[in-house]
């Protein structure tokens, strides 16, 4: 959503790294957010490769963002591991406008990347493995923890956007207003979120 909220072209870039279902649903996320908000949103998706060395290749990583950007893309959002750091250097290439705006941005992953590139990245989708470690151990303590596969989502706090000083004047308040409320709507299941992964 942010990144539809941002983008002055309604194309929108995805940097993937390996092409496989788990990176698909990173990409679906992003493609249904950014409709949510304009419906007319074009994705340009792309990913390194079928490999293991889809996630360390940064110059394949910049080349597809610039040819997304010669697309038309000015924000793309990457999940590809040491591949996505060509995406900064990408949007970096464009510099910023006149009023200290970057002129392309970038959405980092897994980890608050906003301090990479200040200016450039947009914001960050961050899993919050703190949370998880945190509930757990608190299940551990308090000897109720099941063993099993545990699933920490928006609902439980185990993802999220990273805001901080590098970008919080990159985002309107309106903007985190919008994104905030469709957070509670997804936990509620008023909006349905697809998994790419689902059979």
Not at 71 to 83: E, H, L, R
Not at 142 to 156: A, I
Request: charged share 25%; proline share 3%; hydrophobic share 40%.
């Amino acid at each position: 959503m942010i990144a539809a909220e941002k983008s002055k072209t309604g194309v929108l870039g995805f940097v993937g790294g390996m092409d496989i279902p788990l990176i698909h649903r990173f990409a679906k996320g992003y493609e249904e957010g950014a409709k949510a908000v304009n419906p007319d949103a074009k994705v340009v998706t792309n990913y390194v490769g079928v490999t293991d060395g889809a996630w360390n290749n940064p110059g394949k990583g910049q080349e597809l963002a610039l040819s997304q950007i010669e697309q038309g893309a000015d924000v793309i959002f990457t999940a590809a591991g040491n591949s996505g750091l060509g995406v900064f250097d990408a949007v970096e290439k464009y510099g910023k406008n006149a009023q200290g705006e970057a002129n392309k941005f970038v959405i980092g992953v897994d980890s608050n990347q906003n301090g990479q590139r200040p200016g450039f990245v947009l914001t960050s989708m961050v899993k919050r493995v703190d949370n998880a470690v945190y509930d757990v151990i608190k299940e551990v303590l308090g000897e109720n923890f099941k063993g099993g596969f545990h699933v920490f989502g928006l609902d439980k706090d185990g993802v999220a956007y990273a805001m901080d000083e590098n970008n919080k004047n990159l985002i309107s308040p309106e903007i985190l207003q919008k994104v905030e409320e469709a957070r509670g709507k997804i936990v509620s299941g008023e909006i349905k979120v697809t998994d790419a992964m689902a059979k």
